[in-house]
T-cell receptor
Framework: EAGVTQSPTHLIKTRGQQATLRCSPISGHTSVYWYQQALGLGLQFLLWYDEGEERNRGNFPPRFSGRQFPNYSSELNVNALELEDSALYLC??????????FGDGTRLSIL | QQQVKQSPQSLIVQKGGISIINCAYENTAFDYFPWYQQFPGKGPALLIA?????SEKKEGRFTISFNKSAKQFSLHIMDSQPGDSATYFCAASKARDDKIIFGKGTRLHILP
């Protein structure tokens, strides 16, 4: 069974640009979660999508947004990139009342 | 507000010893407490999890102890091995498929 896959592995942007990160969940999982792992801040919940709807949102500004497609894959968009957005962005997936399984993340570097 | 507090930040244990990581939580609405293991360059992997109606859960060399009244839980790694060297995160959520609140992590190093 394929795990959660994320692309790209690494992404380099400059301040003010926009970044798009992608996630494919485990087959059969309908929920996708996004977390940010920044140095010194640990793992922080960003967004939760289930059946195409946003279920919950963490304490992040509106320039962090996303969506879930009919095939349950998901995109995370970050607009007006700032230096502090440099982090590992992790995607996880689960099905109803099941544990979350994580991908290996996208390393976003802002120059 | 740090809802899940984890200690120590780093831990060095001799091979064969017992590694102990402690966590405390604040929100009594939490109903699911997973532990994740993360190796460099990889995403967190679910190690073991517990619900608050159970005081202890053991899976192989890994044991979670849970004290609901004190709102504390801990991970014990028995017979620690060099391959256990990783960062460990305790976490809490209101359900298995709800958002996860993570502790800050413990970097564990097992000396060969």
């Amino acid at each position: 069974e394929a795990g959660v896959t994320q692309s790209p592995t690494h992404l380099i942007k400059t301040r003010g640009q926009q970044a798009t990160l992608r996630c494919s969940p485990i087959s059969g999982h309908t929920s996708v979660y996004w977390y940010q792992q920044a140095l010194g801040l640990g793992l922080q919940f960003l967004l939760w999508y289930d059946e195409g709807e946003e279920r919950n949102r963490g304490n992040f500004p509106p320039r962090f947004s996303g969506r879930q497609f009919p095939n349950y894959s998901s995109e995370l968009n970050v607009n007006a990139l700032e230096l502090e957005d440099s982090a590992l962005y992790l995607c996880a997936s689960s099905s109803s009342n099941q544990p979350q399984h994580f991908g290996d993340g996208t390393r976003l570097s802002i120059l | 507000q740090q809802q899940v507090k984890q200690s120590p930040q780093s831990l060095i244990v001799q091979k064969g010893g017992i590694s102990i990581i402690n966590c405390a939580y604040e929100n009594t609405a939490f109903d699911y407490f997973p532990w994740y293991q993360q190796f460099p360059g990889k995403g967190p992997a679910l190690l073991i999890a517990i619900r608050p109606d159970v005081s202890e859960k053991k899976e192989g060399r890994f044991t979670i102890s849970f004290n609901k009244s004190a709102k504390q839980f801990s991970l014990h790694i028995m017979d620690s091995q060099p391959g256990d060297s990783a960062t460990y995160f305790c976490a809490a959520s209101k359900a298995r498929d709800d958002k996860i609140i993570f502790g800050k992590g413990t970097r564990l190093h097992i000396l060969p």
